[in-house]
């Protein structure tokens, strides 16, 4: 027994001699104004970084006003700073390694199903505030200062935590148009705008010890590649469904490689560019029955017969649920939402098709959802898919190629 090792020694790990986050800013000062593209680059490729611990510090201010002067009716919603940005990517020595489109609905679709109560405490200043939104900002002057971290945006941040070594590195982001899904207005007679936004980047550098880094000489030397793995996540939107009760979606074509291991579905009805509604938020549209089909097999396997108006959706619950307990290996599951506020906020249908028989293991998959609603989908809905997969990449740190497996 342990408490009875009286000679055993102390082992204190002393690999990392130096540990702190370091800054970098974009090459184009002033701003960043609606549809500019904003590169954050690390050029020195002798450093030792973590990008997966990485965070980005944006600053701005929300202008309230209307034709008569300032108002204080506008608000900025829940996950507002996703909002911002059409595109980020995480590029490594040239090569795109990881990208979100439409970085909104993705981290909030991934972020309701992932986050437990206390993570959604910490990551307030994150803008992350799904039950409270008045307080992201100054109340006085609009100003907000946010710590986003990139594990909440990239499935490579969240998912790779080693160091990169010997390899230039950038951060890209592409603003919005607009600030319409940003921010909420009630009445609708009244809109805001953000500006003064100002984002870096800020990365951790690590030193360490003589043995650790003659070890580190020695892979670089010889060029060993060094491989990256994480889980992708893909958003397709379907812009706007018919209004009809059941519906066909074909979603991708995929490699053994990029396999789907979980697909998060959801409806938005009127939230794209509408002021009165919450763009974060979700609507179950009453759905009845949903399938992912991979090649000829079928998630789930049987029929959910779900009625969200009544009252019957517990198997959907159940499933949102149980994300947590596959996805990150957890014992006990602390889902984000109740089952009032998950029907209320973010009806999200969540299917794992992680286990696949061999003839989808091998060759070509064809993915494909089919869902049916109880009445017609209503007009202007549109249908949001999170496909979640496996990618693979190496990089050499000598001659700093970069390839996709």
């Given amino acids: 027994m342990d408490f009875l090792n009286v000679k055993g020694k102390v082992n204190v790990d002393s690999a990392i001699t130096n540990f702190q986050f370091r800054s970098y800013k974009s090459y184009t000062t002033g701003e960043l104004n609606h549809n500019d593209e904003c590169r954050l680059v690390i050029q020195q490729q002798d450093l030792i970084t973590i990008p997966g611990l990485s965070e980005l510090r944006i600053q701005g201010k929300l202008l309230k006003y209307d034709e008569s002067g300032v108002s204080t009716k506008v608000q900025l ?37 992932s986050y437990t109560p206390s993570e959604s405490t910490a990551l307030m200043f994150a803008s992350w505030v799904p039950f409270d939104n008045e307080n992201i900002n100054n109340a006085a002057t609009g100003e907000f200062d946010v710590c986003y971290p990139l594990s909440s945006i990239l499935g490579f941040a969240e998912d790779f935590k080693k160091i990169i070594v010997n390899c230039r590195q950038e951060l890209v982001l592409r603003r919005t148009a607009d600030d319409l899904n940003a921010t909420i207005e009630k009445t ?4 805001g705008k953000i500006t003064n936004l100002k984002i ?66 959801g409806f938005q009805t ?27 097999q079928s ?25 947590q307990q596959s996805y990150y290996n957890k014992q006990i599951c602390e889902p984000l939402l109740d089952p009032f506020k998950y029907k209320s906020t973010a009806p999200l249908i969540v299917i794992d098709c992680s286990y696949q028989n061999d003839t989808i293991k091998q060759g070509t998959v064809d ?5 049916e609603t109880i009445s017609d989908v209503p007009a202007n809905t549109s249908a949001f898919c999170l496909v979640l997969h496996e990618q693979f990449v190496e990089y ?8 996709k497996v």
């Fill in 77 to 113: 919603i829940n996950n507002f700073i996703a909002f911002l940005f059409e595109e980020i990517r995480y590029e490594l020595g040239g090569i795109t390694i990881d990208r979100v489109i439409n970085p909104g609905i993705t981290t909030s679709m991934k972020g309701y199903v």
């Fill in 188 to 191: 609708g007679l009244e809109k």
């Fill in 200 to 265: 870096t980047w800020s990365i951790p550098h690590t030193t360490v010890s003589d043995y650790e880094k003659l070890k580190l000489l020695e892979t670089t030397e010889k060029n060993i590649p060094l491989e990256i793995a994480y889980r992708r996540w893909e958003l397709f939107r379907y812009p706007q469904l018919p209004e009809t009760h059941s519906f066909t979606w074909v979603l991708k074509s995929s490699t053994f490689l990029e396999k789907p291991r979980f697909v998060i579905f």
């Fill in 270 to 296: 009127d939230r794209n560019n509408n002021l009165t509604k919450d763009a974060s938020k979700f609507d179950h549209c009453n759905l009845k029955n949903i399938k992912l089909y991979l090649n000829s």
């Fill in 299 to 323: 998630y789930p396997y049987e029929n959910l017969n779900l009625n969200f108006r009544n009252s019957k959706y517990a198997l959907a619950y159940s499933m949102y649920a149980r994300f």
């Fill in 367 to 371: 993915a494909r959802l089919e869902f």
């Fill in 396 to 403: 050499e740190p000598l001659t700093g190629v970069v390839k």
